[in-house]
């Protein structure tokens, strides 16, 4: 519900704050007043496009705040926040701030956190619903009639979605398996081929690294070969220099009883012959591991050539190769069962489509009852509204299968015919005027327990009628405005006093010039004001006794 609007340097209103509360609020004043300038204001506040000519003359910028009671706002602009991370606390208002620079620039504020234009028009149909004799928007567009219908129904929506979205899911989960297998049967000979190939070549996990050890390690040995021999001839032979070691060892052994140095000198040698014993001992082995075989070398070269010439054909690392074949494998095995698991999700699909037709089905006949039941409520408000020769029709004809959806199979639309043997055609462009203005008026009595905006905004709804047909109007604006759907709330701009005779709270909006400067300017009125503004209603520019009275009647007959 809006509770409260404050307006800086809007056209002609230079500083304004405004508190509403809940039932039928009128606004009225003379024509020109500025009735338009409070919409326009509201309408920045909700997202509209930020005009620069909306900005008072002289100033630098304009600013709206409109308040809402946040814990009696339908439970969709939770979900709105919610998804746009905008934090509102529960016993918080909500309130909506933009501001308009001269040159058109203009910023957006939640509760004081920044947002963008697109999220106060993503609110705005779940805050304030405005009705005017040229509105396209509301009850007046088609693609909002079958949600309306919906919940005059009372239907389950929700299921036949989810019905939906099941079907939808196995449809699609077909298609993509039946997509996998053509791909794979076309690529079966190129798939045996290469599988073939691979199945040779027998690649092994770490491979590589090996074979490329193993081919260092050869290629090292064949630098090493001439050192390796060059020290191999000073081990071996009578000649070599641990022969002679080992000589001189023998010679002193004999004498080395004789003398104490002698005995360390033998020990020094016998040291002397181990170390170099062990180092015969490694440079044997060493040129054992180190052997050069050109023919291993070139069969280590070969293999490396072949595992990384099909790990580039396959795109991918030699280490990759075992995990090739074995998707290869699964690709295959995949062709070869594919049919039974296609018959399984063709299966899916079939109890999927078989469920959602039911539902969907169901749902329309729902919705063709409650089509029957709101047509009539609907008739029993033309005639009071003066549009007795109107008729009104809720169409609800089934779509051609390719444009079902999440929705169900129905199309619908409300339709009107504004003369007897008329043809039946949209709401919005048979009505004229001020009979699109009381069509609305009727839809929305009949539609008032079910919900909609926080708040209901009618503009001038009765314009060019008067007496008993004005006095029907005010009456079903204060009956809707009392029903629970819309939140209790509904303002109604109007210049019939048997409307502002009807409201709970009473406003009058007034022009007025100090030389160059104008301004608007709107006063909520008490009793008196109340009856003095419907008496001017009444008479026009001089208020008469007898206007007085008039006013006073029509405020008892409430």
């Known amino acids: 519900m809006l509770t409260a609007l404050a307006i800086r340097n809007i056209v002609l209103i230079e500083a304004l704050d405004l508190s509403f509360t809940d039932g039928l609020g009128v606004l009225t004043g003379e024509t020109g007043a500025g009735k338009s300038i409070l919409l326009d204001a509201l309408g920045l506040a909700l997202g509209m496009r930020a005009e620069s000519t909306l900005v008072r003359s002289g100033e630098a910028q304009a600013s709206v705040v409109a308040s809402f009671e946040f814990d009696r706002l339908p439970p969709a602009i939770r979900a709105v926040l919610n998804e746009a991370e905008v934090d509102v606390e529960p016993g918080e208002p909500l309130l909506i701030k933009r501001r308009l620079k001269a040159d058109g620039g203009s910023k957006a504020f939640i509760n004081d956190q920044p947002v963008g234009a697109a999220l106060l028009r993503e609110l705005a149909p779940h805050l304030v619903e405005l009705h005017g004799q040229h509105d396209d928007?509301?009850?007046?567009?088609?693609?909002?009639?079958?949600?309306?219908?919906?919940?005059?129904?009372?239907?389950?929506?929700?299921?036949?979605?989810?019905?939906?979205?099941?079907?939808?899911?196995?449809?699609?989960?077909?298609?993509?398996?039946?997509?996998?297998?053509?791909?794979?049967?076309?690529?079966?000979?190129?798939?045996?081929?290469?599988?073939?190939?691979?199945?040779?070549?027998?690649?092994?996990?770490?491979?590589?690294?090996?074979?490329?050890?193993?081919?260092?390690?050869?290629?090292?040995?064949?630098?090493?070969?001439?050192?390796?021999?060059?020290?191999?001839?000073?081990?071996?032979?009578?000649?070599?220099?641990?022969?002679?070691?080992?000589?001189?060892?023998?010679?002193?052994?004999?004498?080395?009883?004789?003398?104490?140095?002698?005995?360390?000198?033998?020990?020094?040698?016998?040291?002397?012959?181990?170390?170099?014993?062990?180092?015969?001992?490694?440079?044997?082995?060493?040129?054992?591991?180190?052997?050069?075989?050109?023919?291993?070398?070139?069969?280590?070269?070969?293999?490396?050539?072949?595992?990384?010439?099909?790990?580039?054909?396959?795109?991918?690392?030699?280490?990759?190769?075992?995990?090739?074949?074995?998707?290869?494998?699964?690709?295959?095995?995949?062709?070869?069962?594919?049919?039974?698991?296609?018959?399984?999700?063709?299966?899916?699909?079939?109890?999927?489509?078989?469920?959602?037709?039911?539902?969907?089905?169901?749902?329309?006949?729902?919705?063709?009852?409650?089509?029957?039941?709101?047509?009539?409520?609907?008739?029993?408000?033309?005639?009071p509204l003066k549009l007795d020769a109107a008729q009104f029709q809720t169409s609800v004809q089934q779509l051609p299968e390719d444009q079902w959806g999440a929705g169900g199979i129905d199309r619908v639309e409300f339709l009107i015919s504004t003369n007897p043997g008329a043809p039946f055609g949209p709401l919005n462009k048979i009505a004229s005027g001020g009979e699109l203005s009381r069509f609305i008026l009727a839809l929305k009595v009949a539609l008032a327990e079910q919900g909609g905006a926080a708040t209901v905004i009618f503009d001038e709804i009765d314009r060019g009628v008067g007496g008993a047909v004005a006095s029907a109007i005010g009456e079903r604006l204060a009956r809707l405005a009392s029903a629970n759907g819309n939140g209790g709330q509904l303002l109604a701009v109007t210049h019939s006093p048997q409307v502002a005779a009807r409201g709970t709270t009473h406003y009058v909006i007034a022009k007025s010039s100090e030389g160059t400067v104008t301004r608007t300017s709107v006063h909520l009125l008490d009793e008196a004001g109340r009856q003095e503004e419907i008496a001017r209603m009444l008479s026009g520019a001089e208020i008469t006794a007898e206007a007085r009275a008039q006013a006073d009647r029509l405020l008892e007959r409430v």
């Open 137 to 383: 928007r509301g009850l007046v567009n088609p693609r909002g009639h079958r949600a309306l219908v919906d919940r005059y129904a009372g239907a389950d929506v929700v299921a036949v979605a989810q019905a939906w979205a099941a079907w939808r899911n196995a449809v699609d989960a077909l298609e993509l398996a039946k997509g996998a297998i053509a791909q794979a049967a076309e690529d079966r000979d190129l798939l045996l081929a290469h599988l073939a190939e691979l199945t040779t070549l027998e690649p092994q996990h770490g491979e590589e690294e090996q074979l490329a050890q193993a081919r260092a390690t050869m290629q090292k040995g064949e630098r090493l070969t001439g050192d390796l021999t060059e020290l191999a001839k000073l081990w071996a032979g009578s000649d070599s220099a641990l022969a002679g070691l080992r000589s001189a060892a023998r010679r002193l052994d004999r004498i080395a009883s004789e003398h104490p140095l002698l005995a360390e000198a033998l020990a020094a040698l016998d040291r002397a012959v181990i170390e170099a014993s062990e180092a015969e001992t490694s440079l044997e082995r060493a040129a054992d591991a180190l052997a050069h075989d050109p023919a291993a070398l070139d069969r280590i070269e070969l293999r490396l050539f072949e595992l990384r010439a099909a790990a580039r054909k396959h795109h991918c690392q030699v280490d990759d190769l075992p995990h090739k074949m074995h998707d290869m494998r699964d690709a295959l095995d995949g062709i070869e069962h594919g049919e039974a698991e296609l018959a399984a999700l063709e299966a899916a699909v079939a109890v999927g489509a078989a469920d959602y037709r039911a539902r969907a089905e169901a749902l329309s006949a729902q919705r063709s009852a409650a089509a029957a039941k709101l047509d009539a409520a609907v008739a029993l408000e033309l005639a």
